[in-house]
């Protein structure tokens, strides 16, 4: 088993739809989670963080987390083309160090 | 956040020869590590940039392949050594910035390729 699973992609979504991206880990004493996105050719930028069990909201982007199933997801409402990235799960371990998934390119047609 | 600048932004070198990249940070962090992203990948963690101690590796990364220096809080380099085709990769240097709540950084990444 992976440390850290994303849904296959790509995931195509028409423009105005929400876009949902899931993630699993494997190490229960992870207690931070991060998603990235990262543009083709670009280094990986910071979106989201969350840290306690439920929804986390920013704008419009709301992550969501569950340590009893090991879960964690990303919700891109009104997705627009230049959401168009893979988007990278990172829960911390133990160690507080991010281990990172394999990643879900996110293709969001006009 | 953090400003984070990583030179070179790309090379390409010939197999044998060793290329050093450097990491500059705008504000002291604790923090500093590098990663590898090989293409189609996701991220590997290289090691642990440490200020004043030697670098902690990862399981599959020694140091002699890929020495770290940090000599101070703001600042570390990474050298590929003795590189071959396998090493063409994308390094990245990554600052955590809230060692609480480990938020992590990247700069704008090395695109490295061996020929």
């Known amino acids: 088993q992976k440390e850290v699973e994303q849904n296959s992609g790509p995931l195509s979504v028409p423009e105005g739809a929400i876009a949902s991206l899931n993630c699993t880990y494997s190490?229960?004493?992870?207690?931070?989670f991060f998603w990235y996105r990262q543009y083709s050719g670009k280094s990986p930028e910071l979106i989201m963080s969350?840290?306690?069990?439920g929804d986390k909201e920013d704008g419009r982007f709301t992550a969501q987390l569950n340590k009893a199933s090991q879960y964690v997801s990303l919700l891109i409402r009104d997705s627009q083309p230049s959401d168009s990235a893979t988007y990278l799960c990172a829960p911390a371990n133990q160690g507080g160090k991010l281990i990172f998934g394999q990643g879900t390119e996110l293709s969001v047609k006009p | 956040s953090a400003v984070i600048s990583q030179k070179p932004s790309r090379d390409i070198c010939q197999r044998g020869t060793s290329l050093t990249i450097q990491c500059q940070v705008d504000?002291?962090?604790?923090?500093m590590f590098w990663y590898r992203q090989q293409p189609g990948q996701s991220l590997t963690l290289i090691a642990t940039a440490n200020q004043g101690s030697e670098a902690t590796y990862e399981s599959g990364f020694v140091i002699d392949k890929f020495p770290i220096s940090r000599p101070n809080l703001t600042f570390s380099t990474l050298t590929v050594s003795n590189m071959s085709p396998e090493d063409s990769s994308i390094y990245l240097c990554?600052?955590?910035?809230?060692?609480?709540?480990?938020?992590?950084?990247f700069g704008q990444g090395t695109r490295l390729t061996v020929v």
């Open positions: 190490d229960r004493g992870s207690q931070s």
């Open positions: 990554s600052v955590e910035v809230n060692g609480l709540n480990t938020e992590a950084f």
């Open positions: 504000s002291q962090v604790t923090m």
């Open positions: 969350i840290y306690s069990n």
